[in-house]
């Protein structure tokens, strides 16, 4: 039973930091390069940043280049999006799952991220 659990959104200012969290289960993590997705309201889902499962280069949407870092934990199965110097325009449910624009598992709830003063 596959699972993919988001955390660690909220309500932010504009400027603030956010960890999120996507804690994976039911398949061979390690196997699989994963990406951070997002749906602001009332527009499509978005790849936000995507992450190789071993080696290779991590990459970002250029809205979030240069402030947003993808990373993973393998043996904690486990993966990360740093969010920094966050705008009203991150304002969005962030979601994780595989990467590429197929095959991808079933959504889960993600994680609300507000940025707002």
């Known amino acids: 039973q596959v699972q993919l659990v988001e955390s660690g959104g909220g309500l932010v200012q504009p400027g603030g930091s956010l960890r999120l969290s996507c804690a994976a289960s039911?398949?061979?993590?390690?196997?699989?390069?994963m990406s951070w997705y997002r749906q602001a309201a009332g527009k499509e889902r978005e790849l936000v940043a995507t992450?190789?499962?071993?080696?290779?280069?991590?990459n970002y949407a250029d809205s979030v280049k240069g402030r947003f870092t993808i990373s993973r934990d393998n043996a904690k199965n486990t993966m990360y999006l740093q969010m920094n110097s966050l705008k009203p325009e991150d304002t969005a449910v962030y979601y994780c799952?595989?990467?590429?624009?197929?095959?991808?598992?079933?959504w889960g709830p993600g994680t609300q991220v507000t940025v707002s003063s």
């Open positions: 799952n595989l990467a590429g624009r197929r095959s991808h598992f079933s």
């Open positions: 039911g398949f061979t993590f390690s196997y699989y390069a």
């Open positions: 992450i190789p499962s071993v080696g290779g280069s991590t």
